[in-house]
């Protein structure tokens, strides 16, 4: 069974930082892209970032660009989102996800709420 596990979400102030972690399990984890997408209140998801198998390529939304930093430990099978300079348009729940076959699977999801 397929499980993602997100946490480190919390309340910061502006230009505040946190570090998400995603836990995954039942999949071949460093064989898969693994991507963080974020849903704010009242809007749809929105793709933040994505780190290839290796961890040498990452790509961000341009929002988060210079802020965000993707990083994954293959050994501990997680990854991470590093978030510096934070913003209140960055609140929103933040999910880890992985591709695979037809499907994406993500998990419960943690919140980071930026506000002063």
């Known amino acids: 069974e397929v499980q993602l596990v997100e946490s480190g979400g919390g309340l910061v102030h502006p230009g505040g930082s946190l570090r998400l972690s995603c836990a995954a399990s039942?999949?071949?984890?460093?064989?898969?892209?693994i991507r963080w997408v974020r849903q704010a209140p009242g809007k749809g998801l929105e793709w933040v970032s994505s780190?290839?198998?290796?961890?040498?390529?990452?790509y961000h939304t341009t929002s988060v660009k210079g802020r965000f930093t993707m990083s994954r430990i293959n050994a501990l099978n997680t990854a991470y989102l590093q978030m510096n300079n934070l913003k209140p348009e960055d609140t929103a729940v933040y999910y880890c996800?992985?591709?695979?076959?037809?499907?994406?699977?993500r998990g419960q999801g943690t919140q980071v709420t930026v506000s002063s």
């Open positions: 039942g999949f071949t984890f460093n064989r898969n892209i």
């Open positions: 780190i290839m198998p290796s961890g040498a390529i990452t």
């Open positions: 996800m992985v591709p695979l076959g037809m499907d994406d699977y």
